[in-house]
């Protein structure tokens, strides 16, 4: 007879094993089902993903903003400089002088010469600033040395050429670099906890979201839930379904997260970049690669599906057959 | 298969109001009951504890030697996919066709899509629906939506197969065309239950007869005298393969 009866006298009802095929034809019809049900309500759909995109891009987009953060704090790591501003009109006999002596210096690589013109042309490259520079009819920017420490460079050796420099004849300003690493090191851990703290704020928003949506399709489906545990589905068959809508539900916010992120970097990239540029930066930003993209994309997937776990395990386990 | 056995059940429900007393009934398998009485007599909690949506207050149910209100979370479903329900309110899907419809205990069941065609041909050939298995329920008349159900019950060839108040929608001609529907699938060996208040109907069928009134039983009668006989057809009997792979 069918169903095994004859085969085992003692359980007339053993748990079907349909083994891998017919576990893999569940999840493929739960798959197929779940994707019409959520394409014939695409406008529920499409605010579920921009609700899960937006909870997913805040703090997606502070991490990225963290790593080119690092990135530039990182290469300036690399070679701390003293930059050496001089006076209007001041001899470039002078900062010659104080160059030679400066690069005979223990802890100096390099010592840069850069005349009012080429600041000028780095300043310009800022953008948005040509209109400011426009206004101005002189070229404003000073004569300047930069000096270019070696890694063995010691704080000693440091105060030594800041002696030298500030004794030196025309010398206006002598700026560490430094001041400014650490500032931007200090504003990296700062972006960097701001983002962890929004991304479990925000993680949850993402699954409080899922959780709701996927609610609301069990009550529109319920009649089916109903009729299904009536015939004898079990409770991850009638789970199944409703996991696959927060899959899809997770996996579309994060799509529309990526989409947001690539639109809010070429808004800012080119300003960004410029800005890079004028400080010997490479001209990409970083972060927004293929594993950042397949990390959003699997996170997505987690809270959809945690979400869709919770709304599922609360609804279906209080529900009768018919 | 499908011996069913009530010993001792009761079943109170939490406001007080007690709707089986001590309910002594054995069910052959193979055997045909009808299951009368006036409404709040006990009828529909009588099957909700066969189907394990309620579970008997003091007592045992057994259904094949198992009790089957000690059944696990896990086994459950697994029993219920045994037992074939029909109730008055057909409860079919509006948004999924005929085939489709009937197709949902099988899918559960984790048949192949085209085993599950053949199934559901046959189980449509059988209440007379092949020619509608495109339509959706709402474009069908109560009679024949009524008759999805049956389909959609016995899809999977079940042991029991039970039914609540199934032709309480219907007018009388039409009643009797289900209830001889239900006589048909227990001429296969499936163990049928039909509750329902049409005596004047149910008297005509030459089946055993009970009849609850608050809970208890008042009435028990068997014009066969408790002798079940033997399966005088087989599931595949009536549908020759040619049908079905005709209506495709």
Redesign the interface.
């Known amino acids: 007879?069918?169903?095994g009866?004859s085969r085992r006298r003692r359980?007339?009802?053993?748990?079907?094993r349909?083994g891998i095929?017919?576990?893999l034809?569940?999840h493929g019809?739960a798959a197929l089902e779940t994707l019409n049900f959520v394409s014939r309500r695409l406008g529920t759909s499409l605010l579920v993903w921009l609700l899960v995109g937006i909870a997913l891009a805040l703090p997606a987009g502070l991490y990225l903003l963290q790593v080119n953060l690092t990135a530039v704090g990182g290469a300036w790591e690399g070679r701390p400089g003293v930059s050496i501003y001089f006076d209007h009109g001041a001899d470039p006999k002078l900062a010659d002088a104080l160059g030679e002596r400066l690069q005979a210096q223990p802890g100096v690589a390099l010592v840069e010469r850069i005349t009012p013109a080429e600041a000028l042309e780095q300043f310009q490259a800022f953008g948005g600033l040509q209109d400011a520079l426009d206004l101005v009819e002189d070229n404003p920017l000073p004569l300047s040395l930069r000096v270019v420490l070696s890694p063995a460079a010691t704080a000693d050796d440091l105060v030594t050429i800041l002696r030298l420099a500030e004794r030196a004849d025309d010398v206006d300003e002598v700026v560490v670099e430094k001041t400014w690493l650490e500032r931007v090191g200090q504003l990296s851990s700062l972006v960097r906890r701001l983002g962890s703290m929004l991304a479990l704020l925000f993680g949850v928003g993402a699954v409080l979201v899922t959780a709701s949506s996927v609610r609301l399709a069990i009550e529109a489906r319920l009649?089916?839930v109903?009729?299904?545990?009536?015939?004898?589905?079990?409770?991850a068959?009638l789970r199944r379904p409703f996991l696959y809508f927060g899959a899809y539900y997770g996996v579309g916010g994060a799509v529309v997260a990526a989409m947001l992120l690539s639109l809010a970097l070429i808004v800012i990239e080119p300003p960004l970049t410029a800005l890079l540029a004028s400080y010997d930066q490479p001209l990409k930003t970083r972060g927004f690669d293929p594993t950042f993209l397949i990390v959003t994309l699997s996170i997505g997937l987690i809270l959809g599906v945690t979400g869709a776990l919770f709304a599922a395990r609360g609804r279906l386990n209080r529900l009768?057959?018919? | 298969m499908g011996t069913i056995q009530f010993q001792q059940v009761s079943k109170r429900f939490e406001n007080g109001q007690e709707a089986l007393k001590s309910v002594n009934l054995t069910f052959e398998s193979g055997s045909m009951t009808f299951l009368t009485g006036h409404s709040g007599a006990g009828k529909s909690t009588f099957l909700k504890l066969l189907l394990c949506i309620d579970r008997p207050s003091r007592g045992q149910l057994l259904v094949n030697d198992v009790n089957i209100s000690k059944l696990s979370a896990r086994r459950l479903p697994h029993y219920r996919r045994h037992v074939g329900a029909v109730f008055q309110d057909h409860h079919l899907l509006a948004e999924r066709t005929v085939f489709e419809n009937v197709a949902i205990p099988l899918r559960v069941a984790g048949m192949a899509d085209r085993d599950i065609g053949r199934r559901v041909r046959a189980a449509l050939t059988r209440v007379g629906l092949l020619s509608k298995e495109r339509r959706y329920p709402a474009q069908l008349s109560t009679g024949e939506q009524q008759r999805v159900g049956i389909a959609r019950a016995v899809a999977t060839r079940p042991n029991i197969l039970i039914a609540d108040e199934p032709t309480g929608n219907l007018d009388p001609e039409l009643s009797r065309d289900i209830m001889a529907l239900f006589k048909q699938f227990n001429q296969v060996g499936t163990t049928v239950i039909v509750a329902s208040h049409d005596l004047a109907l149910i008297e005509t069928m030459g089946e055993r007869v009970i009849e609850l009134a608050e809970g208890s039983v008042v009435r028990d009668d068997d014009p066969r005298g408790g002798v079940v006989p033997k399966p005088s057809a087989s599931w595949d009997s009536d549908v020759h393969p040619a049908v079905v792979e005709a209506a495709r």
Do not use: T
């Open positions: 007879m069918a169903f009866f359980d007339p009802w053993p748990v079907q349909g095929s017919a576990w034809r569940d019809r009649e089916e109903r009729v299904m545990k009536l015939v004898g589905a079990s409770d068959q009768d057959a018919l």
